[in-house]
């Protein structure tokens, strides 16, 4: 295993008292594509928010690229690109698909300093490795979902991160576009050497892509490849009677009747 850029240790989180995630364990090494899984309100969200240090654990410790800081601002902050959830953006703001992605250079920019001819190649650099840079005048609000994932994670590839952070990217959008998504992103896993976690409850659509699983429900109930974690007798202790197994796939009720939070 390669060295381990985010190392949590014994970590706990919440907010106003209440638990989201108990004493998490666990190391991810560079290079690795994870994906992470687990029931609504299982903690995955609060995964994404502590790893990009919007919520420092009550006890334990998490530690990013050596760094334990509780700055927001600490300059390790600024190589995750994140992708948030898809309701979290205002998809139509009136602002063009190069401004979007140029967005992801204020972070390393700091505020005040003017973007460079240098940063708008970067940026549209990140473009063309979505394959969107034929778009870079488009406003955000004319393209369909699929191009605007594709955007978002130009946007985070554009402060050059070492780690890619994609919260529920294949919600909202169609099963074709899904998948070329997820083709997209192991792409940029694999000729970035980026580290890659995806949280998902698409376990379907991951679990052939990933190198590790990480099951979440409260505490970290497993981790390990694929095949490992995802045993019936895992799953049905976590989903309960919401799981429903057939010879190719998994289906978790809860999904088809719950609106995404």
């Known amino acids: 295993m390669n060295n381990p850029i985010i190392r949590f240790s014994h970590a706990t989180f919440g907010f106003s008292g209440v638990v989201a995630l108990e004493d998490i364990t666990l190391d991810i090494a560079e290079g690795e594509f994870v994906g992470v899984i687990g029931p609504n309100g299982s903690g995955k969200t609060t995964l994404c928010r502590a790893i990009l240090g919007l919520m420092p654990p009550f006890s334990g410790s998490l530690k990013i690229f050596d760094c334990s800081c509780e700055e927001l601002h600490c300059h390790h902050r600024a190589r995750i690109g994140y992708l948030p959830q898809k309701d979290s953006l205002d998809r139509n703001f009136p602002i063009t698909v190069l401004e979007t ?3 992801g250079r ?3 920019l700091g505020l005040f300093k003017r973007p460079s ?3 708008r190649d970067i940026a549209m650099h990140a473009l063309e490795s979505v394959t969107m840079h034929d778009h870079w005048k488009t406003a955000l609000g004319y393209l369909s979902g699929g191009q605007q994932q594709r955007v978002f994670i130009a946007r985070a590839l554009a402060q ?14 169609d099963i ?12 940029l896993h694999r000729d970035m050497g980026l580290t890659v ?15 590790r699983l990480v099951l979440l429900k409260t505490r970290l109930y497993a981790a390990g490849p694929p095949e490992e974690v995802l045993r019936p007798d895992i799953l049905r202790e976590v989903y309960g009677k919401d799981l429903v197994i057939t010879e190719k ?10 609106h995404h939070h």
Not at 176 to 187: E, F, I, K, N, Y
């Open 197 to 211: 976690l995806l949280v998902t409850h698409d376990i379907n659509m991951i679990r052939e892509r990933v190198n």
């Open 249 to 258: 796939d998994l289906i978790i009720v809860e999904d088809y009747h719950h």
């Open 117 to 119: 001819k240098q940063d």
């Open 101 to 103: 992605v140029m967005m």
């Open 106 to 108: 204020y972070g390393v």
């Open 176 to 187: 074709t576009t899904q998948h070329s998504v997820l083709d997209l992103v192991q792409r």
């Open 160 to 173: 050059q991160p070492k780690v890619l952070l994609l919260d529920e990217p294949t919600t909202g959008i």
